[in-house]
C-alpha cells in the first residue's frame, strides 16, 4: 500500500439466527427448499398481515451482546427501513434504528504485524432478512421469499481497521463467537454470515474520514480479504490521477478481482426511518440479561486462555483446539480422562482431525470418542503398546468401534517389555548387519535410528522402542 495514506475499514455483518422459524411469523427457514415454499402472509407483506415477535430472536440478540462487551438497552424499538427493491415484499425492511439492542461494545484482535489491538462495536441490532433474486439465462429474473423475513442480527463496528488482516481478524473473532453461542451455523457459503466493507484512504495525520465505498455481501474471508486491497489500491489510483472517490455501493467480482459500481451510497436519511406502529418496543429486564449471562459457554479468549495457563499447553495448540466449539469439547472429554494434556492435544490435532477432513465428516460424527481415545492413551502411557501400534489401533477402532484394550488383545498388540526378548531380537539385527553396526561402534550415531527400526520391523512393531534404544546403545559399548 501507498505509504501516504491510512486505510479505514468499518464493517457491518450480517449474522443469520439459527432459531426454528423466522423472525416475525412461524414459517421454517431451513436453507435449500423449494423456492416459495416457505412463506406466509407476513413474509409476502400481505396487507393487513401482522408481524409477532420471535423471543428467540431477542434472547440471541442479548447473548451476542454479552458476549462482545455490549451494553444492553433496557428498552429497544423496531423501525421500518424504506426502499424499493423486488426482493421485499413489503416496500420496506423492518430492522433498528434509533434505539437498538445491543451498543457500545468491543472486541479484542491480534495480528502478527501490529500485535493486539481493541476494535469498538457500534451497534447489535435485529432485522428481517429480504427475499432473494434468482436470474436466469437471458434477461428474466425471479424471487425466492422463502428468506424474507429471516431474522437478522446486524453488528457494526466503528471504523478502527487499519488493513485487510485486521478485518480479517475482527471477522474470524466475531464469527467464531457467535459459532460458540450457538446462535449462528457460522455457513459463509450459504450467507449465513456475511459482511458489507466500508472502506475508505486518507493522508495520513488527517482526522476527517475519506469518502467511503461500501462493499456488499462478501461472503468469504478470502475474498473480503481480496476486496479491501483491490478496494484500497483503486481508491489510491483515483487521488493519485488527481481524482476524487465517490461515495458509492460497489460488488465484488471474485472470478475477476475487482469490484464494480452499483449505485450511489445510500446515507440513513434517504431511508426515510420511522418506529414500526404494528411492534411494541421491547423490554429487557435485568434479570433476563443475569439469567442469559450466567448461561453463557466459556468464550474462545477465555478458553485460549485456560489452556495456556492450567494445561501448559503452547499458543499453537490452544488456537487450534478452540478454533470450533465442537473441537474443543471433544478434547475436554478427552483430558478430562487423560491427565497428558499434550498427548491428548497432539492426537486430537494429529490422528483425529487429520481422519475426520479425510472422510469429509464433522466430529461430532467421529467413530472414535474421546472415551475411546482415552483408551489409547493409557495403553501408550503404561507401555502396553508403542505410538506406531496406538495408530493402527486408532484405525481398528475407527472401523469397529471396539475398545483399545479388545483389539491389542484380539490381535496380539501388546508390547514387547520383557528386555531378554528385545535382546535377543537386537542381537538377531545387530547380525543381520554386521557392516552397518561396525559403523555406528565407530561413532556413526545417526545409525542408532536404523537400528531401533530394523528392531521394531523384526518385533512386528511390538518392541519397546526406549528399551531397544539403550540395549543397542550397551551392545555397542561391550
Known sequence: MDSKYEVVIGLEVHVQLTTKTKIFCGCSKDFGQQPNSQTCPVCLGLPGALPVLNRQVVEDAIKTGLATNCQIAPRSIFARK??????????????????????????????EELGKKRIGITRIHMEEDAGKLLHAAGDSSSVDLNRACTPLLEAVSEPDMRSADEA?????QLHQIVTYLGVCDGNLEEG??????????????????????????????????????????????????????VQETRLFDAEQGVSRSMRGKEEAHDYRYFPDPDLVPVVVADEWVERVRSELPELPAAKLQRYRDDLGLPDYDAGVLCAERPIAEYFEVLVARHANAKLCSNWVMGEVLRSLKEKQIAIADCPVSPELLAGILQRIADNSISGKIA????????????????????????????????????????????????????GKEKLIGFFVGQVMKLSKGKANPGMANQLIKKKISE
Open 168 to 172: 480479517i481478524a475482527y471477522l474470524k
Open 391 to 442: 495408530k493402527t489401533v486408532f484405525e481398528e477402532i475407527w472401523q469397529t468401534g471396539k475398545t483399545a484394550d479388545q483389539i491389542i488383545e484380539e490381535q496380539g498388540l501388546k508390547q514387547v517389555t520383557d528386555s531378554g526378548a528385545i535382546e535377543a531380537i537386537v542381537d538377531a539385527v545387530i547380525a543381520a548387519n554386521q557392516g552397518q553396526f561396525e559403523e555406528l561402534k565407530a
Open 82 to 111: 424504506n426502499y424499493f427493491y423486488p426482493d421485499l415484499p413489503k416496500g420496506y425492511q423492518i430492522s433498528q434504528f434509533e434505539l437498538p439492542i445491543c451498543e457500545h461494545g468491543w472486541l479484542n484482535i491480534e495480528t
Open 192 to 245: 449465513s454470515f456475511r459482511c458489507d466493507a466500508n472502506v475508505s484512504i486518507r493522508p495520513w495525520g488527517q482526522k476527517e474520514l475519506g469518502t467511503r465505498a461500501e462493499l456488499k455481501n462478501l461472503n468469504s474471508f478470502r475474498f473480503i480479504k481480496q476486496a479491501i486491497e483491490y478496494e484500497v489500491e483503486r481508491q489510491i489510483e483515483v487521488l493519485e490521477e488527481g481524482g476524487s472517490v
